[in-house]
């Protein structure tokens, strides 16, 4: 009786098991060999708990159960390494090597790189430019390691009248120059006309938008 109580029968065993599977920690960390085989068992306890549907509860589910936890404790530690590098992988910043250039020297290289339709090379260069220029411009601080994210934030601070083309070029430099993207001749012109517009635009804060002092 006490049994009957406190052992789920096939039908809820197989509830909890689905509600387990789905857990966010399964479902992000994309599965190697190991983990691949642990989902196989998995799918296997789930079957025979199918099976048993016909069953109350009794000896048989609970060794399943055991099983089954077991199996899921295993889960959990294949799982979460993977899981963790995932969410703590810092993300690389703009500027790479020990050469410091010029806004107008990534420019350069950008035109270069963009005459041979490297166009991912050629918005990493339009990108290191904006941010070198508002360095130059004194309305951003030098930032060793500032990222794409990082520079779209600060950036959109200083001209929220293009935050949003900003952001989407920080996220297409993240996409091509760190991912798999591919850029195209229409976006690096996109982002040439950026940043032709930052250049031209006046800032909403920062020490290029206070009014000179009036002559005494």
């Known amino acids: 009786m006490i049994l009957g109580a406190l052992v789920p029968d096939a039908d809820e065993a197989r509830r909890l098991l689905d509600e387990e599977l789905s857990k966010h920690i399964y479902v992000e960390a994309r599965p190697n060999l190991a983990e691949r085989i642990v989902g196989d068992l998995l799918r296997a306890i789930g079957r025979l708990l199918d099976g048993l549907g016909a069953f109350g509860p009794g000896p048989g589910t609970v060794v399943l159960l055991l099983g089954a936890g077991i199996v899921v404790v295993l889960a959990v530690i294949l799982s979460r390494p993977r899981a963790n590098a995932r969410g703590t992988r810092p993300e690389p910043g703009v500027f790479t090597g020990d050469v410091r250039r010029s806004a107008a020297e990534h420019r350069s290289r950008a035109a270069a790189r963009a005459a041979d339709r490297q166009w991912n090379e050629a ?3 339009l990108l290191r430019a904006i941010i070198r220029s508002a360095e130059e411009r ?5 930032q060793p390691g500032r990222t794409a994210s990082e520079a779209a934030v600060q950036l959109g601070g200083v001209f929220p009248a293009l935050a949003a083309d900003v952001s989407w070029l920080a996220e297409l430099f993240n996409e091509t120059h760190y991912g798999r993207g591919t850029a195209s001749d229409h976006q690096y012109r996109r ?10 635009l006046r800032p909403a804060r920062g020490p290029a938008a206070e009014s ?5």
């Open 212 to 216: 000179p002092a009036a002559p005494r």
């Open 123 to 125: 918005i990493a260069e």
């Open 191 to 200: 982002a040439a006309e950026v940043d032709a517009r930052l250049s031209a």
């Open 138 to 142: 004194v309305l951003v601080d030098e």
